[in-house]
């Protein structure tokens, strides 16, 4: 199968938003008037961001929805994406499921692919994603408010105890297994709760490399400090059952673990019933965390006040 061959079975899909789609030099987008474009890039690497023998279905989900997740964060409506492929061989089973899972989820959001490179070498899978916001109305990292309300959508570290179960750090019994590896292999990008916090939240970031790393990340743009009780964390029951002997995993999955692609948000005292209102029309939890204060870092409270100490904030591929 050449180059050609492939691109044209693959990826080449109808692009009816688009200019001009796959097959030129270049795609032509036209963005509507009083539009801005939001660009992001993500890159999953075999070997750093999943197992050389992942399943090719839930790779080409998750090639896309990790992109999806920042669009999300930023408020933008999805529309384009562009795929860098760089693969081994040309598996035509293997190529199959990618494209059909990467597919699946484009329709899902309303994403076109309108272009890409393929190439042999490594396998290394790169979206370029293209998204829509009105002007000057995108969520950014830097808006945090002393005063602020801090919340995050859904529930924390089931990814990351996947990925222990994977890593074989610890043995899940098969219905936590199934929940946690669904959610490291299928994230869901939260692109409803990113359009409607729009106006509400003051800053919004996707958690990719884990709370205190990405709550950070507001922290440092937006000058400002952050106080979060730990116990008020949403997890799933799976940590709330958990012996002693798993606290110290179970800590360092809900404050440290990547991968969730849920949204942390900060946003004024004044819309929590907005917010509240919204998890219900969403059907997503939305759980208030903790408050933005002045000064420097992240304390992490536990219930009876007193500060608990943090080994490791996050993921760092250079640190
Ligand atoms: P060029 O040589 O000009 O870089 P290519 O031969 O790499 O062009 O690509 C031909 C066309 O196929 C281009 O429109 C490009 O955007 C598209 N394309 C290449 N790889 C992919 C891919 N993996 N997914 C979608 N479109 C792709
Ligand atoms: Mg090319």
Request: proline share 5%; with cysteine.
């Amino acid at each position: 199968m050449s180059e050609f061959d492939l691109i044209k079975r693959f990826f080449s899909r109808p692009t009816p938003s688009a200019t001009l789609g796959v097959g030129d030099d270049a795609a032509l987008l036209h963005i509507a008037d009083g539009m801005e474009l939001a660009v992001s890039t993500d890159m999953l690497v075999s070997g750093t961001h999943f197992f050389p023998d992942a399943d090719p279905f839930l790779l080409g989900h998750k090639t896309l929805a990790v992109n999806l997740s920042d669009l999300a964060a930023m408020g933008a409506v999805p529309r384009w994406a562009t795929l860098a492929l760089s693969l081994p061989a040309t598996e035509e089973a293997w190529l199959q499921r990618f494209s059909a899972g990467f597919f699946a989820v484009a329709a899902e959001y309303g994403v076109e692919l309108v272009g890409g490179d393929t190439t042999r070498g490594p396998l290394n899978l790169s979206v370029t994603i293209m998204g829509e916001v009105p002007k000057g109305r995108a969520l950014r990292r830097s808006g945090a408010r002393a005063g602020d309300d801090i919340w995050v959508s859904g529930k924390l570290g089931d990814a990351a105890l996947g990925l222990a179960h994977l890593q074989g750090r610890i043995k899940l019994p098969e219905q936590a297994r199934n929940t946690c590896l669904a959610s490291l292999h299928q994230p869901r990008p939260r692109v409803a709760l990113g359009l409607a916090l729009r106006g509400i939240a003051s800053s919004v970031i996707d958690i990719s490399d884990g709370l205190l790393a990405d709550l950070g990340h507001i922290l440092e743009c937006s000058e400002a400090a952050a106080e979060v009780r730990y116990d008020r964390l949403p997890v799933s029951s799976l940590f709330a059952s958990a012996g002693d002997e798993m606290q110290e995993l179970a800590q360092s999955c809900v404050l440290s673990g990547g991968d969730d692609y849920e949204l942390c948000f900060t946003a004024p005292v004044a819309q929590r019933d907005e917010i509240e209102a919204l998890s219900s029309t969403l059907r997503l939890p939305l759980t208030r965390i903790g408050k933005i204060v002045s000064g420097q870092g992240c304390k992490v409270r536990t219930a009876d006040g007193n500060v608990m100490p943090i080994k490791d904030t996050g993921y760092d591929h250079f640190a």
